[in-house]
């Protein structure tokens, strides 16, 4: 699947509502405006993720982890960012480890009550699985 | 207390389809959904579009789930500044549609967004 950076953006609909949240009411956008801040939320996290990768690299590291997007976010001058970044990590962090901590007492639980349970929950467990196994802590981006 | 504004051209928007737990990156809009509001709120850009463009660069190998979760939301705080800051010239046009120059005024004007500079067209 070769992609042209170019090629990749973020779709349409979550941009427009973001935008229209963060303007007053009665405000409209043109779709051309749009459509511009729509690339240039693209080229942002290109630039992000190269600039993070230096502060990576500068570690000795090999994998871009979230201080580096932080670090990144400061040189590129959006240091009013950091802030709300880290209380939002916080969060991530106490959902992702709920999550955890909810499959390892499901897994207990289907031991002893097999068919109830698992059939009750099968499409968030299994979708919330693959979700775990495709994505660890250090996930391989192939390149 | 909507104001209606007359004449106002909405913006076409395909219905978003919620998958729970998907992380499909095919092709197709992935709504995240409306979280809570606030800094502390999940991210609204499905992270695997968001991975997809960590991965472009070539010279990144490894991104941690956490990195590309971070990533997600300085993006959307990056699309609320800059429809804002270029808010503020649509307002100096006395209009209350925001246009392609009011952008192209903003990333001119701010240092922030030189960056941008050149990329949009």
């Known amino acids: ?143 | 207390m909507a104001a209606a504004v007359a004449g106002a051209v909405p913006v076409p928007v395909p219905v978003p389809v919620s998958v729970p737990g998907a992380e499909a990156a095919g092709p197709g809009e992935e709504a995240a959904g409306a979280g809570p509001p606030g800094p502390a709120r999940l991210a609204r850009l499905p992270l695997a579009r968001v991975k997809a463009l960590v991965k472009a660069d070539p010279d990144v190998s490894l991104a941690s789930q956490e990195a590309v979760f971070v990533l997600a939301r300085a993006t959307e705080l990056f699309v609320e500044t800059i429809a804002k800051d270029a808010y503020v010239y649509a307002q100096q046009g006395k209009r209350k549609t925001l246009q392609r120059k009011d952008l192209d005024n903003a990333i001119e004007a701010i240092d922030e967004f030189a960056f941008l500079e050149g990329t949009l067209d």
Request: aromatic share 4%; net charge negative; with cysteine.
């Open chain 1, 1 to 143: 699947m070769a992609e042209r950076p170019e090629d990749l953006n973020l779709p349409n609909a979550v941009i427009t509502r973001i935008i229209k949240e963060a303007l007053p009411d009665g405000v409209n956008i043109s779709k051309e405006a749009r459509s511009a801040i729509s690339r240039a939320a693209s080229v942002f996290v290109l630039y992000a993720t190269s600039c993070a990768n230096n502060f990576a690299m500068k570690g000795k590291r090999k994998t871009l982890n979230a201080s580096d997007v932080l670090s990144a976010m400061e040189e590129m001058e959006f240091q009013r960012f950091v802030a709300p970044l880290k209380e939002s990590l916080e969060a991530y962090r106490r959902e992702q480890k709920g999550k955890k901590e909810a499959r390892k007492d499901k897994d207990k639980k289907a031991d002893s009550e097999e068919q109830d349970k698992s059939r009750e929950e099968e499409n968030d467990d299994d979708d919330e699985r693959m979700e775990e196994e495709e994505q660890n802590d250090e996930e391989e981006v192939d390149n």
